[in-house]
């Protein structure tokens, strides 16, 4: 089965039925190759809290802003604290965390609209990435989900939220982004026991006295649980971990490494 996520060009990749299904929706995450950046941050590093310098990063950010088409002042950004908490992103919002993580709408790891010229965006070096959208009402959205937040329900807390604005879940399609693998990302008994009644049988596997979690599966059992029909759900293959030419990874390169940015958005 073809990967939901294809490249664009070496800094990109999209989600490409999507974008065949709306020519004016841009949705995609970066990757690590095409940018400017001196290792350990090489070269396409979009994280400005990761000790990076921010001649450089700010330079990637314009760099991907011509790439998607999305000025930096149409940018949005939470501020991503592993919670659930959502915004409802306006056109007053356009610009927060675009050149500085000061201004980044604060508590949130999620993020959603329905208006055009807004480029809804979340950093990403193994959590997953989850992207939503309903061709028919213009919402979409874009969550940040590492296991803390997968745990906590983010991927149904966004389908909570945007069927409140009018969303019917039969017709919304969610798509779930490169992260780390379940063939390496192992996990101790204390994450385990914090996963959702009756999933962990599902989503973790035991090989000798180790544990390994499936968090795209993870994420994707909970989607289906909030009322997404499987068939509205696309989930890559792509591991941030594994496949270092293309991804940084927090736990591969122990922390000192730079961030993809995942984006969704409507052109003007």
């Not at 065949?20 to 929706?25: M, T, V, Y």
């Not at 009402?137 to 991927?155: E, F």
């Not at 927090?250 to 984006?263: A, Q, S, Y």
Request: glycine content about 10%; overall charge negative.
């Amino acid at each position: 089965m073809k990967d939901p996520f294809q490249h664009n060009d070496c800094s990109t990749l999209i989600l490409q039925d999507w974008l065949r299904r709306d020519a004016s929706l841009t949705a995609g995450i970066t990757m690590r190759k095409g940018g400017v950046g001196k290792p350990p941050f090489e070269t396409m590093n979009l994280g400005l809290h990761v000790n990076d310098e921010e001649d450089t990063v700010l330079a990637n950010r314009r760099k991907l802003a011509d790439i998607t088409g999305f000025p930096l002042d149409s940018w949005v950004a939470g501020e991503q604290i592993h919670g659930t908490d959502i915004a409802i992103v306006t056109s007053s919002d356009k610009g927060k965390g675009a050149i500085t993580t000061a201004d980044s709408l604060e508590g949130c790891d999620g993020l959603i609209t329905n208006q055009p010229g807004i480029l809804c965006t979340a950093f990403f070096a193994d959590c997953v990435p989850l992207y939503f959208f309903d061709p028919l009402t213009g919402w979409l959205g874009i969550a940040h989900a590492g296991w803390r937040g997968t745990v906590k329900g983010m991927a149904a807390e966004m389908v909570k939220k945007l069927r409140d604005q009018g969303v019917a879940l039969n017709r919304l399609l969610a798509a779930i982004g490169p992260s780390i693998g379940a063939e390496v990302y192992e996990v101790d008994n204390y994450v385990i026991e914090q996963i959702p009644a009756g999933l962990a049988d599902r989503v973790v596997t035991w090989k000798e006295n180790s544990s390994f979690l499936d968090l795209k599966k993870l994420n994707q059992e909970i989607l289906q649980q909030a009322g997404i029909p499987s068939e509205n759900i696309s989930r890559t293959s792509l591991c941030t971990f594994s496949e270092e030419d293309k991804f940084f990874s927090h736990r591969r390169d122990k922390g000192t490494t730079g961030r993809m940015l995942g984006f969704i958005g409507y052109q003007t």
